[in-house]
């Protein structure tokens, strides 16, 4: 069983950025998509990003964070990485990453098996 654990919220201006880290355990994640939902009260998890397995493929966003947001992983160090510049207040949420159930991404949640704690992001006006 594969724990993950994400780290680097918190609170940030409006135009500032944050990055954040999530860790896996208990298995090697090489062969798996990663992905990045967020979440705020009372409204769905939604889906903000993913990666699969390869490198060389380039991730699929959210068309909200496009273009502002990046995911990048490390095999090596079993962690994959979420990049946020230019946030806005909306992207204001708990953030979790998840492991895919097979090498190829998804934005459903219903192709994570594994989610961590999530990280609170709070984005200021």
Do not use: H
Not at 78 to 86: D, I
């Amino acid at each position: 069983q594969v724990q993950l654990a994400e780290s680097g919220g918190g609170l940030v201006q409006a135009g500032g950025s944050l990055r954040l880290s999530c860790a896996a355990s208990g298995r090697t994640f090489s062969n798996y998509a990663m992905a990045w939902f967020r979440q705020t009260p009372g409204k769905e998890r939604e889906f903000v990003g993913c990666i699969i397995w390869s490198s060389g493929i380039t991730p699929a966003y959210a068309d909200s964070v496009k273009g502002r947001f990046t995911i990048s992983r490390d095999n090596a160090k079993n962690t994959v990485y979420l990049q946020m510049n230019s946030l806005k207040p909306e992207d204001t949420a708990v953030y979790y990453c998840a492991i895919g159930r097979g090498p190829y991404g998804s934005r459903s949640t219903d192709d994570y098996y594994s989610w961590g704690q999530g990280t609170q992001v709070t984005v200021s006006r």
